[in-house]
């Protein structure tokens, strides 16, 4: 079965400072990846998805994946991080090892952008 | 529409009480869920239902009980709760529950508390 590993519980950064939040996966055959954000008291938007293709994806508001099959990971990235980016950032990955598809989270990570 | 809608988006109850939790999504999705999710955690998974029949229940509590009138609508009947039970719960949809396609859209979430 799969497993999420995101690192860092928790990163605090200074707005306008690059961020990487990193995310590793155990491997499988057919991998689906996906980062989540959620904003404080609300559910989980879709930021980013690896399903095939291009391994860098990247979303409309700045922020960067990479899925890099040897190292099983999928970081996220943004050169200039926002106040307003201050969020819990999920990553998941897809999983088929049971006949069907269940999404698998990560811990979660806090990033707190500072002003 | 690519919105999945909850109701209500808060909800206080007594032990034994009985109360419902609804989705709705018209976005033609085949597959519906049910997730947990406990302050500072990531969501668990409770039930999955796809073509509008349960095809997964991650070993969850009788005094839980999901229903799916039709495709678009996805009920979760309460009953008997604990405190414990205590949480933000989390409807998603996807367009089916097989690969890539288990790309989930999340509702806003109803916030539980049990008394």
């Known amino acids: 079965a799969q497993s999420v590993t995101q690192l860092d519980s928790q990163v605090p950064v200074f707005e306008e400072a690059p961020v990487e939040l990193r995310c590793n996966y155990s491997?499988?055959?057919?991998?689906?990846l996906f980062w989540y954000v959620q904003y404080p008291n609300q559910g989980l938007q879709l930021l980013l998805k690896?399903?095939?293709?291009?391994?860098l994806v990247k979303s409309i508001n700045g922020f960067e994946a990479e899925f890099n099959k040897s190292q099983t990971s999928f970081h996220l990235r943004k050169p200039s991080v926002h106040i307003s980016d201050t969020a819990e950032y999920f990553c998941?990955?897809?999983?088929?090892?049971?006949?069907?598809?269940?999404?698998?989270f990560g811990a979660g990570t806090r990033l707190a952008v500072h002003p | 529409d690519t919105e999945v809608t909850q109701t209500p988006k808060h909800l206080v109850m007594g032990m034994t009480n009985k109360k419902s939790l609804k989705c709705e999504q018209h976005?033609?999705?085949?597959?519906m869920y049910w997730y947990k999710q406990k302050a500072k955690k990531p969501p668990e998974l409770m039930f999955v239902?796809?073509?509008?029949?349960?095809?997964i229940n991650e070993s969850v509590p009788s005094r839980f009980s999901p229903e799916c009138p039709n495709s678009s609508l996805l009920n979760l009947h309460l009953h008997a709760l604990q405190p414990e039970d205590s949480a933000l719960y989390l409807c998603?949809?996807?367009?089916?529950?097989?690969?890539?396609?288990?790309?989930?859209?999340f509702g806003p979430g109803t916030r539980l508390t049990v008394l």
């Open positions: 690896y399903l095939s293709g291009s391994t």
């Open positions: 239902y796809s073509y509008e029949k349960l095809s």
């Open positions: 998941a990955v897809s999983d088929d090892s049971g006949g069907y598809n269940k999404l698998i």
């Open positions: 976005m033609g999705h085949r597959a």
């Open positions: 491997s499988s055959v057919s991998v689906y």
């Open positions: 998603a949809s996807s367009q089916d529950d097989r690969g890539k396609y288990n790309e989930q859209f």
